[in-house]
């Protein structure tokens, strides 16, 4: 199957070789198998073009004899071989690999050199510790209106004597002489696509540029070390069972780096009376028959304390009363409300003069 290559590039057939290029550069970093929408099969594709319209020979044969030309004898003994093998008859795959005497790399890091995404600008890189995670079991009522607890957790932490900086109280700093202030290490790669300039953070400093010259004896210069340190957790009214509390900068800590990010799960211990719906609170209320046909009062214990609610004549079962502003808070002067399901308890068993009252009640039609 023949290939145009002047349109898996994008460029005309006349196209110069500083525009196949550049054509190159755009494809192969858009289609990077190292980016998220990147396209392994597109990548290597655009690589084999690339390889033969670069060549001068390969071009001149492709555009006489099309993509078959590397069958032909003449491409055989003329050395040419397969165009996907560029550099010497090497495979792509080998490059892949980091085979065949070439250091293939990180493709973003050789990517971010021809389009400013590399360290040679001036930016440094940002380094971040550890995320971490645990969690806590709180009663229903603290959920509902918010708590604070103290926790102990071991992790690594910036050093308190040096403040992170890894240096001894009082102790000056100096250019680091091994990347000389920068921050960074410039180094020479051999990649497909020749010799390619490329940094990596610095070692010694961590991107810094500046090392102590007396280390912190605390934390031996490094400004973190693994210790235990009591967190406090602020609780926010109307939380639910399972829901993560995230708290920034509190994870593990990293030389020269900020922090990760603490996560706090919340267990929710279930209440015997109450259950949520929403931002209101529900409960069930056994009721007598004579209460429920009579009305009455009864006594509540609500998360706010005693109440007395009225229960109206001729209720019916699971009607619902309504107790305005005892439900879970919304904001800081809304609450939601306290639903109460009327359950009406029937007699299992019933006296000789009770029954006389009931067959009365029957005959009235009740």
């Known amino acids: 199957m023949n290939k145009d290559y002047y349109k898996i590039l994008g460029v005309e ?43 001068d020979g390969k071009r001149s044969k492709y555009d006489q004899f099309g993509s078959g030309f590397e ?58 510790g550890r995320d971490i995670s ?31 900086s890894g240096a001894k109280p009082g102790s000056k700093t100096e250019t680091c002489k091994y990347c000389n202030g920068q921050g960074h290490i410039r180094e020479a790669k051999r990649t497909i696509l020749g010799t390619i300039s490329s940094t990596k953070l610095c070692e010694e400093c961590l991107g810094s540029g500046t090392v102590p010259k007396e280390k912190c004896e ?48 919340i267990n929710v211990t279930p209440h015997p009376i109450f259950k949520r719906e929403g931002n209101d609170l529900t409960m069930n209320l056994d009721l007598k028959l004579t209460d429920a046909l009579l009305g009455a009062e009864y006594p509540i214990k609500t998360l706010d304390g005693d109440i007395t609610v009225k229960i109206p004549e001729g209720v019916s079962i699971n009607e619902i009363l309504r107790i305005k502003g005892k439900g879970v808070p919304v904001t800081k002067n809304k609450r939601g409300d306290l639903l109460i399901k009327l359950k009406i308890k029937l007699p299992s068993k019933i006296s000789r003069k009770s029954r006389e009252i009931i067959e009365q009640l029957k005959k009235e039609g009740i």
């Open 134 to 164: 645990t969690e806590i079991q709180i009663s229903f009522s603290e959920a509902v209106f918010g708590t604070s607890r103290k926790i102990l957790i071991t992790k690594t932490s910036t050093c308190g004597i040096c403040g992170g």
């Open 71 to 128: 069958n032909m004898g003449g491409a055989s003994s003329g050395g040419y071989g397969d165009p996907r093998q560029g550099f010497g008859g090497f495979g792509f795959g080998g490059f892949e690999n980091g085979e065949a005497g070439f250091d293939f790399g990180n493709l973003n890091d050789i990517f971010s050199d021809f389009f400013g995404g590399g360290m040679g600008g001036g930016r440094r890189e940002t380094r971040r």
């Open 218 to 265: 605390n934390c031996k210069g490094k400004g973190i070390l693994r210790k235990e340190e009591e967190i406090s957790i602020n609780v926010p009214a109307g939380i639910r069972d399972g829901e993560m509390i995230r708290m920034a900068g509190m994870g593990e800590a990293i030389s020269k780096g900020t922090a990760g990010d603490l996560y706090i799960k």
């Open 13 to 55: 057939k006349n196209a110069s070789k500083d525009e196949i290029k550049k054509a190159f550069y755009k494809l192969a970093h858009k289609y990077h198998p190292d980016k998220k929408e990147g396209n392994e099969a597109k990548f290597k594709e655009v690589n084999e073009a690339y390889q033969v319209l670069s060549d």
